[in-house]
């Protein structure tokens, strides 16, 4: 165990970081939303679009059309009016873009624009408290400029009514509360904990990313009432309070609607018109795809894609993945998809306490042992009962390993034990007039080059989960280069390696044994290539379709008893270890198959 880190609650901002130089009306209504949202949009700078978000958007950009310039106060003489104003306080460090001012001479009123609908009380139609603040910012900032401003007026699109709001003293006061915690949040640059049981949880669109009632059992008691908290740091903490209202909802939807492209033919070219990618043959046009219907590209080879299509998917948050030929993957794309620079810094950390390692890789050496073993319990035609209890011994040793050498042996030895089995898992390849590498059979693992088919077909399969598992680390804010369990080493994507070791058995493994035991692929599927065997270009498609198959299967979360895709699931499980990382939850929590 290294010297223990400090605490969530000791946490200085790290060095070097700086605040900018305003905080903006709207943080401020995030911030009384949540103020959890607040630092994952202006801390992190991480927004999620949903159906809400990009409807207000485009209400957004009917109001912001540009009136005429804002008379200086004194100025004007009778009513007037303009629109999308940015004017900001020096003195209380805020700043605001005001929708529509109305002013007569200079008694002005800021008028906001929500989508939406205003809040239904005893007493009438109110503003949202969140609204109300947000006002109260820009009517603050309205009066330090030399204006005179008592009220405002917040526009809710959905129903179209506007309600007034009075800047009574105790309004003002509450808003500058909630900026100075604002500020004080940010400068510490501590995550504050998710809403417990909230309704707002379910219309927040960041609620993917945060998984709030996820983090919350983690943080608190187990449904049988057990501790579960485990200090990050290696030292007993408080118990914290179970969810007010117990369990956890399911706020994730089971699968994504996206879906990731695979071009495979070698000579396409890829261009951009509008919001669809055109793949052109030569002159031919084969395929068009809308950039919103997808979640990556894959370019399997050598396949051409222009400066506009890349700028596009960049700008969507749809990354571009490169693979030779032969499916080794050489990379990948992405747009500036988080500005969370802190999570990377406390992986670069954590990265260098040789006590996190050994921790975290226990967990993970532990999980896939134990995922491996399902696997032969679950598929093989007669499962090895001595086998079965060797692998269970070295999943319960994997987790007090005291060294990563002595867990990259354990894993080593339990990956043959598991691999000796794998060809029970396998229903065909008994034909006997195929040349030996083409069969679907198995007596062990062989790559670089694999040397046959299901070999082959292994090693396809681990580049596919590794390029995703790379992709997903971007998209959560890691670097994935900087392992944990894989030591970091040069052209390695050590921490999409560390996450990839649970699922291997269970979405590459699986997709293998299903492709072959359905005779998706088959033996004609392969052709030799120096010593090694490859797919022909239709028994990859075949393969890739396999996989995806085995990504959008829907599977029980043991923890969270939700049902979800594989494809959810890593992500769930990176954000997880992002929670875990930061100090939020005690304990990693591998996944682990029933
Ligand atoms: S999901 Fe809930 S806790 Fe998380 S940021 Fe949104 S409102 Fe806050």
Same mark, same amino acid.
């Given at each position: 165990m290294g010297a223990p880190l400090p605490a969530e609650s000791e946490r200085e901002p790290a060095a070097g970081r700086t605040l900018p130089d305003y905080l903006p009306a709207r943080m401020v209504n995030e911030y009384v939303y949540c103020p959890r949202l607040f630092f994952y949009e202006w801390v992190e700078g991480i927004f999620v679009e949903s159906a809400d978000t990009i409807e207000g958007k485009q209400q957004h950009r009917r109001v912001d059309r540009e009136g005429a310039p804002m008379a200086a %106060? @004194? &100025?004007? &003489? @009778?009513e007037w009016k303009t629109r999308s104003v940015t004017l900001s306080s020096e003195r209380h460090r805020l700043i605001a873009r005001i929708d529509l001012i109305e002013g007569e001479g200079r008694r002005v009123t800021p008028v906001d624009y929500k989508h939406g609908r205003p809040r239904e009380t005893a007493a009438g139609l109110e503003a949202w408290p969140s609204d109300r603040t947000q006002l109260a910012v820009q009517a603050l900032i309205l009066r330090e400029n030399g204006y005179e401003c008592d009220e405002g007026i917040v526009f809710y699109q959905e129903t179209r009514q506007r309600v007034r709001v009075a800047m009574t003293p105790e309004l003002v006061e509450e808003t500058l509360k909630a900026a100075r915690e604002a500020w004080e949040t940010a400068r510490r640059g501590v995550m504050p904990p998710p809403l417990a049981g909230s309704p707002k949880c379910p219309g927040c669109s960041l609620h993917p990313v945060c998984l709030p009632d996820e983090t919350n059992w983690l943080r608190g008691v187990g449904r049988d009432g057990d501790e579960r908290q485990l200090s990050l740091f290696g030292e007993p903490v408080p118990r914290k309070p179970a969810m007010s209202e117990g369990g956890v909802r399911r706020l994730v939807s089971a699968r994504t609607e996206l879906r990731p492209a695979y071009l495979d033919t070698q000579g396409l070219r890829v261009g951009r018109s509008g919001d669809v990618l055109v793949v052109k043959d030569e002159d031919k046009v084969v395929q068009e795809l809308r950039i919103h219907d997808l979640c990556q590209l894959n370019l399997m080879g050598n396949i051409q894609v222009t400066t506009q299509a890349v700028q596009a998917l960049c700008e969507e948050g749809v990354p571009v993945c490169y693979f030779s030929r032969g499916g080794w993957f050489y990379g990948v794309t992405t747009g500036l998809v988080t500005k969370n620079v802190f999570l990377r810094q406390m992986q670069f950390r954590l990265a260098a306490e040789p006590w996190f390692c050994l921790r975290l890789g226990r967990q993970l050496v532990a999980g896939k042992i134990r995922n491996q073993r399902t696997m032969i319990l679950r598929n093989h035609v007669e499962p090895d009962a001595r086998l079965l209890a060797e692998m269970k011994r070295m999943a319960e040793v994997a987790v007090r390993a005291k060294s990563l050498e002595e867990l990259l042996g354990l894993e080593g030895n339990a990956a043959r034990l598991y691999f000796e089995a794998f060809g029970g898992l396998i229903k065909t390849g008994e034909g006997t007039d195929v040349p030996k590498v083409f069969r679907? *059979?198995?007596h062990g693992r062989n790559r $670089? %080059? %694999? $040397? *046959?088919a299901v070999n082959a077909l292994l090693s396809l399969g681990y580049s596919l989960l590794a390029k995703d598992l790379t992709v997903t680390c971007y998209a959560v804010g890691f670097d994935p280069m900087m392992g944990f369990y894989h030591q970091p080493r040069f052209g390695r994507p050590a921490l999409a390696l560390d996450l990839m070791e649970p699922f291997r058995p269970l979405v590459v493994d699986s997709a293998v044994i299903q492709a072959i035991n359905t005779r998706m692929i088959t033996e004609k599927d392969f052709v030799q290539a120096g010593p090694a065997v490859v797919l022909k270009p239709e028994g990859r498609k075949a393969f890739y379709r396999a996989y995806e198959q085995r990504m959008d299967t829907l599977v029980t979360h043991p923890l969270f008893e939700y049902r979800v895709s594989y494809r959810r699931l890593l992500e769930i499980q990176a954000r997880l270890l992002a929670r875990y990382m930061e100090g939020e939850i005690g304990e990693y929590p591998v996944f682990v198959t029933r």
């Open positions: %106060p @004194g &100025e004007a &003489e @009778g679907l *059979d198995f $670089r %080059p %694999p $040397r *046959d």
